[in-house]
């Protein structure tokens, strides 16, 4: 069967954090050479959804959609399902499969296991007992997206020495990362690592960059340290051929896709106008 890998990424304002994900894309073509994998994105690129669709289609027999995301958000469980059906619609000769998004699994927590690691390598005196952690997540509107989170960040607390592990958000819901450094500093933590949960680089880890630089400024006597996002780690590549395999039922009785592609919550909403929104 002529197949396509859709590899989605969810776009950035900031041109080098596309070109990322198209590198990302070309590692991971040399890691699986028979396969024919193309980019699109949900925003900010010229190859936005359909039209990536559209190009995968072309002689293809079928097509897995592969989205390149953390969380199970609005993007995840409106937008890309929605295109997808009208893609099945535009392309009825071709076989559409949805595969899971990445989520909050064991392949996660080992991608910030080692990132945790080697930003505990950059203070002076890494000591896990007196350094707090603080995983730093974009948020979203959708209670269950914040909570997979904080699965992730209670996960990180049991595997490692630190005790404090906390979760905060650049946008959208609460708490902020001055707030939660302020109260690990307050328990007595003299070094903080920020880790972002974040695949690649954008405007918004621009922004953490600044953040970090800030605290550095108002707590003077506190080390801090920022951990890289975690796209390129070899736990992800491997979580997206796992994903692959599932959509594919490769050692399953079933083939497994996401949960939301065709969901009766998804048909209800686009009867009635419920879609996605940005809250910048």
């Known amino acids: 069967?002529?197949?396509?890998?859709?590899?989605?990424?969810?776009?950035?304002?900031a041109p080098h954090g596309n070109i990322e994900i198209e590198t990302f894309a070309d590692e991971w073509r040399k890691r699986r050479p028979d396969d024919r994998i193309d980019v699109c994105f949900i925003e900010f690129s010229d190859v936005t959804l359909d039209a990536g669709m559209d190009?995968?289609?072309?002689?293809?027999?079928?097509?897995?959609?592969?989205?390149?995301?953390?969380?199970?958000?609005?993007?995840?469980k409106m937008e890309i399902p929605h295109h997808v059906a009208d893609a099945r619609k535009r392309h009825p000769q071709v076989e559409f499969l949805l595969c899971k998004h990445l989520g909050a699994v064991d392949k996660v927590?080992?991608?910030?296991?080692?990132?945790?690691?080697?930003?505990?390598?950059?203070?002076?005196?890494?000591?896990?007992?007196?350094?707090?952690?603080?995983?730093?997540?974009?948020?979203?509107?959708?209670?269950?997206?914040?909570?997979?989170?904080?699965k992730m960040a209670r996960w990180l607390f049991e595997v490692s020495d630190h005790e404090m592990v906390d979760l905060a958000f650049t946008g959208i819901t609460y708490p902020k990362v001055e707030t939660v450094v302020q109260r690990q500093v307050a328990c007595g933590m003299k070094q903080i690592v920020v880790l972002p949960y974040y695949l690649f680089t954008g405007?918004?880890?621009?922004?953490?960059?600044?953040?970090?630089?800030?605290?550095?400024?108002?707590?003077?006597?506190?080390?801090?340290?920022?951990?890289?996002?975690?796209?390129?780690?070899?736990?992800?590549?491997?979580?997206?051929?796992?994903r692959v395999a599932n959509a594919k039922g490769v050692g399953m009785?079933?083939?497994?896709?996401?949960?939301?592609?065709?969901?009766?919550?998804?048909?209800?909403?686009?009867?009635?106008?419920?879609?996605?929104?940005?809250?910048?």
């Open 1 to 13: 069967m002529k197949e396509t890998i859709l590899l989605v990424g969810h776009g950035s304002r």
């Open 55 to 76: 190009q995968a289609a072309k002689d293809s027999e079928r097509v897995l959609i592969v989205p390149l995301i953390l969380g199970a958000a609005a993007h995840v």
């Open 109 to 150: 927590l080992d991608a910030l296991k080692t990132t945790l690691k080697k930003a505990m390598l950059d203070l002076d005196a890494p000591d896990a007992k007196n350094t707090g952690v603080l995983l730093l997540a974009r948020g979203s509107s959708d209670r269950v997206a914040n909570g997979e989170i904080a």
């Open 203 to 242: 405007v918004l880890i621009e922004r953490i960059v600044r953040q970090v630089e800030r605290l550095e400024g108002q707590y003077p006597d506190v080390a801090f340290s920022l951990g890289n996002y975690i796209g390129f780690d070899d736990a992800i590549y491997s979580l997206l051929d796992e």
């Open 253 to 280: 009785d079933k083939p497994q896709m996401l949960e939301c592609d065709g969901c009766k919550y998804r048909e209800f909403a686009e009867e009635h106008g419920i879609g996605h929104h940005h809250h910048h």
